[in-house]
């Protein structure tokens, strides 16, 4: 089993900074791909970037290119979303997930998720 918990969550105005972090419980040796989503009310789950197990492979959403960066730290067993320059429209809530088989954009491509944690950008 894999459990995933994220934290870093909160209230920032538009134009701020937030760094969301995701520290996954593995199986020894076993390796996986992760991944952020993000989920506003009333909007279906959407993917925000993920990273190959390696960290050599890295893919983001359009809409966040150029402001999020995802990275990871094997020996700490934890992922990291860095978010500049926050917009009210990536109010949601961000959820780490990881995927056993390969890195990927798809929500039914991950097995495991973390229980999310809320950002809310003012304007």
């Known amino acids: 089993q894999v459990q995933l918990v994220e934290s870093g969550g909160g209230l920032v105005q538009a134009g701020g900074s937030l760094r969301l972090s995701c520290t996954v419980s593995?199986?020894?040796?076993?390796?996986?791909?992760l991944g952020w989503f993000r989920q506003a009310p009333g909007k279906e789950r959407e993917f925000v970037a993920a990273?190959?197990?390696?960290?050599?492979?890295?893919y983001y959403a359009d809409s966040v290119k150029g402001r999020f960066t995802i990275s990871r730290d094997n020996a700490k067993n934890t992922v990291y979303l860095q978010m500049n320059s926050l917009k009210p429209e990536d109010t949601a809530v961000y959820y780490c997930?990881?995927?056993?088989?390969?890195?990927?954009?798809?929500?039914?491509?991950?097995?495991?998720w973390g229980q999310g944690t809320q950002v809310t950008v003012s304007s």
């Open positions: 997930a990881a995927d056993s088989s390969r890195v990927g954009t798809k929500v039914t491509s991950y097995d495991y």
């Open positions: 990273i190959s197990w390696s960290g050599g492979s890295t």
């Open positions: 593995r199986r020894a040796g076993a390796s996986y791909a």
